[in-house]
């Protein structure tokens, strides 16, 4: 599946490809290599944005969800932990280990990581971290995933797999 761009950077904010002006005009970058960007708003396709180079950037479309929900969690303050099941392959009922859970937002920042090249979301609330992290599959090398338990810190993995190539604010 393509996943196209639809979040960049203009003037040191993330905005969407639907609130800029067509082609080169946008002025926005890449969020993740800070190439100049295209707007490309035609009849045909989706609106999106495309590198001025024609490059493909590997990590553009997942580096600007970052910088989307950053701005998302910024402005609404809260953050919805959904319920933790565990479900079984046989016809036994799933088992809830924790109830959905909203978490008041008092910062939220973007931390790189030299081991993913990929900003996880760091979310304060009240004294305490949790580590956001967006992933394109739920086969993550388990070296990544321990450096959180290595650490000692709360984290929170984002399966968006399944999503539609799409993704609007609503829906992040």
């Known amino acids: 599946m ?33 190439e100049p960007l295209i707007a490309k708003k035609g009849e045909i396709k989706m609106h999106h944005f495309a590198h ?4 493909e950037c590997e990590l553009g479309y997942i580096t600007s969800l970052h910088y989307a929900a950053k701005e998302i969690l910024s402005k609404t303050k809260v953050f919805v932990i959904p319920d933790v099941l565990i479900e079984f392959t046989s016809n036994k009922e799933p088992l809830k280990l924790n109830k959905t859970n ?20 760091v979310i304060e609330s009240q004294e305490k971290k949790l580590y956001v ?40």
């Not at 761009?5 to 002025?27: F, P, R």
């Not at 388990?142 to 993704?167: C, G, M, P, Q, V």
């Open 2 to 34: 393509i996943h196209r761009i639809t979040y960049a950077i203009k003037d040191n904010d993330i905005v969407h490809v639907s609130e800029v002006e067509s082609g080169l005009a946008c002025g926005c970058v890449c969020p993740a290599c800070k």
């Open 52 to 55: 001025q180079s024609g490059a």
């Open 102 to 121: 909203k978490v008041v937002v008092n910062n939220v920042e973007l931390v790189y990581s030299p081991e993913s090249r990929i900003p996880d979301i």
């Open 133 to 172: 992290i967006f992933s394109f599959s739920n086969s993550k090398d388990l070296h990544y995933k321990n450096r959180f338990e290595i650490e000692k810190k709360s984290a929170i993995e984002i399966d968006i797999s399944s999503w539609k190539t799409l993704i609007d604010k609503d829906d992040l």
